[in-house]
């Protein structure tokens, strides 16, 4: 196997555990995601030495960096980064940000059948007002009542939209 086909089935592999973990339980563990990295950290290393070493960690910063702001302001669960994060180990910063990118996507198209599904839509856009209203008034931060802590709208586990912008970005490539 070349090491792009490696890294492809890595990136696959760690992102259906998350979405099936993600839907049993609600939950990404951090062995999965911390090792997914750390594996993704040695084999670059050992595969193209410190440069190697150099994407594998650049990926992963910027899998974190793009989903922490939704994670600080309480709309994802810390998993849902470290997942992100952990794939862009494997397929290096440019990755991360198309897997990124097509999981918002995925994101945004699951979310609208979950609120179909559940006849939460009415409420939903309800929520978006009330939260631009806030950061109108406030700037952006958290709005405590739509947070996944409190809020009681339909869940969606999201590394199934992460799956799916993996398995887009694969694809593609």
Known sequence: MSPVSIVSIAALLVASVAAASDLATRR??????LGAAAVAL???????????????????LV?????FPFFALGG??????KLVAAIGAWL????????????AIAGGLVAAIVMLRARYFRTAVQNLRLL????????VSALPQLTLASGQGPRL????????????VLWWR
């Open 92 to 103: 290096g910063p440019l990755g991360a940000v198309q897997v990124a990118l097509a999981a």
């Open 42 to 60: 040695v084999y670059h290393t050992a595969t193209n030495g410190p440069t190697g070493f150099g994407t594998a960690l650049a990926g992963w």
């Open 28 to 33: 990404i563990p951090n062995l999965l995601t």
């Open 63 to 67: 899998g974190a960096a793009v989903f």
């Open 157 to 168: 586990a999201y590394a199934v939209p992460i799956l799916l912008g993996t398995l887009g």
């Open 76 to 81: 994802m669960g810390a998993g849902d980064v």
């Open 132 to 139: 631009f209203l806030h950061w109108g008034v406030n700037g």
